[in-house]
T-cell receptor
Framework: GAGVSQTPSNKVTEKGKYVELRCDPISGHTALYWYRQSLGQGPEFLIYFQGTGAADDSGLPNDRFFAVRPEGSVSTLKIQRTERGDSAVYLC?????????????FGQGTRLTVV | DQQVKQNSPSLSVQEGRISILNCDYTNSMFDYFLWYKKYPAEGPTFLISISSIKDKNEDGRFTVFLNKSAKHLSLHIVPSQPGDSAVYFCAAGGSGTYKYIFGTGTRLKVLA
C-alpha cells in the first residue's frame, strides 16, 4: 500500500489478556516508530526501530510492553497482561531515514480498549 | 512534566480570517519543531517544520514562527478554510534523538 497500515483498527480485549498490534510501514522506510495516544493527550513516544534493531525503547512504560521488527519491515507491538490503563490509540509511523528532519508518516492507529 | 504545551484546547475562526495556534516548550535542547494535523479516525499528517537556526518557515497558507528566547512557536494559517478544521499538534525534538515530544493539541474549527 501507499501508506502506513495498522491492523487491527480496533481491538477490544479483557484485562489480563495478551494482544499484538501490527504495523506495515511504507516500503523502503528504514525508521519505524510506535507512539501511544491517550484520550485528550498528544502522541507519546514508545519505541524507535532503525532497521531490525530497537534503537530507542525508552518510552516503553514497563516490561509488559515489547516490540519486534524481525525483518526490518513489519513491526509488532506486544502487550502482556493488559490493564485498563493500556486503553489508548497506538500509532505507528515510518520515515525513509532516521532523523527528526525526515518526515514521519503515521498510520491511522489501532484503538485498544481493555475491559 | 509537560515539555511541550499547547494551552488552548480549542479555537474557532471565521473562514477567510487568520488562525494562530500557539505552542510553548521548556527544554532548551529542542532544536527541531513540527506541526501535525489530525482528522478524526486518521493518523497525524505532517504539516510544516522549522529548525532552531531559523525563526520563520512558510509553506503556502501555513507559516511557523519560532521565538527561541521565549521558547515559543506559533502556526499561522491564512486564509483559514473549513477544510482546515482538525486537531493540530505541535511536536519538538533534539539533536541526537529520534523521538518527538508532542503537545496535547488544539482543536481548530473554521466556520463557513
Amino acid at each position: 500500500g501507499a501508506g502506513v497500515s495498522q491492523t487491527p483498527s480496533n481491538k477490544v480485549t479483557e484485562k489480563g489478556k495478551y494482544v499484538e498490534l501490527r504495523c506495515d510501514p511504507i516500503s523502503g522506510h528504514t525508521a519505524l516508530y510506535w507512539y501511544r495516544q491517550s484520550l485528550g493527550q498528544g502522541p507519546e513516544f514508545l519505541i524507535y526501530f532503525q532497521g531490525t534493531g530497537a534503537a530507542d525503547d525508552s518510552g516503553l512504560p514497563n516490561d509488559r510492553f515489547f516490540a519486534v521488527r524481525p525483518e526490518g519491515s513489519v513491526s509488532t507491538l506486544k502487550i502482556q497482561r493488559t490493564e485498563r490503563g493500556d486503553s489508548a490509540v497506538y500509532l505507528c509511523a515510518s520515515s525513509l531515514n532516521p532523523g527528526l528532519n525526515t518526515e514521519a508518516f503515521f498510520g491511522q492507529g489501532t484503538r485498544l480498549t481493555v475491559v | 512534566d509537560q515539555q511541550v504545551k499547547q494551552n488552548s484546547p480549542s479555537l474557532s475562526v471565521q473562514e477567510g480570517r487568520i488562525s494562530i495556534l500557539n505552542c510553548d516548550y521548556t527544554n532548551s535542547m529542542f532544536d527541531y519543531f513540527l506541526w501535525y494535523k489530525k482528522y478524526p479516525a486518521e493518523g497525524p499528517t505532517f504539516l510544516i517544520s522549522i529548525s532552531s537556526i531559523k525563526d520563520k518557515n512558510e509553506d503556502g497558507r501555513f507559516t511557523v514562527f519560532l521565538n527561541k528566547s521565549a521558547k515559543h512557536l506559533s502556526l499561522h494559517i491564512v486564509p483559514s478554510q473549513p477544510g482546515d478544521s482538525a486537531v493540530y499538534f505541535c511536536a519538538a525534538g533534539g539533536s541526537g534523538t529520534y523521538k518527538y515530544i508532542f503537545g496535547t493539541g488544539t482543536r481548530l474549527k473554521v466556520l463557513a
